[in-house]
């Protein structure tokens, strides 16, 4: 009976060694595969290779870990530039448009509105993007 007692009292202890691990990598901001993770639990605790890839699999699948928030923030940054630069591209064609509108005789003020709220879009996104990259510097 004690065998199978120091055989749990081992499994609890390399839960908590990967727990450790994971917590670490994501306050460090570093990422961990669970290669790393099975040579982390093959150091600690002498289980061949084999085995310590299973252990760290069926602890990853039953666990089912969250995707790390700086991934999520790696590329919502970017995205949120080359939407911005996308709605200017927008906007100057919408401007263009306005000014051959105006040189027809017609109307062009609603399409200059819009051109502007467009414009004013892109602008906020640009700068939503630089709050991200200085809040993500700052951790």
């Known amino acids: 009976m004690t065998a199978g007692n120091d055989l749990q009292e081992a499994s609890i202890d390399l839960a908590a060694v990967l727990n ?9 901001r570093r990422a961990v595969s669970r290669q790393m993770l099975a040579k982390v639990v093959q150091i600690k605790s002498d289980l061949p290779a084999a085995e310590a890839m299973d252990y760290v699999q069926r602890y990853c699948d039953n666990e089912s870990l969250p995707i790390p928030e700086y ?7 970017p995205y949120l530039k ?7 591209a927008v906007a100057i064609g919408v401007f263009y448009w306005a000014m051959h509108l105006r040189s027809a005789g017609k109307e ?6 819009l051109g502007v709220l467009t414009c004013g879009i892109a602008v906020l ?3 939503r993007s630089l709050e991200r990259e200085a809040t993500t510097r700052l951790r």
Do not use: D, Y
């Open 20 to 28: 450790e691990e994971i917590e670490g990598a994501r306050k460090e």
């Open 82 to 88: 080359v939407l911005a630069v996308v709605l200017v």
């Open 125 to 127: 996104l640009w700068v």
């Open 108 to 113: 062009a003020w609603p399409v200059f509105i």
């Open 71 to 77: 991934l999520a923030e790696e590329f919502a940054i």
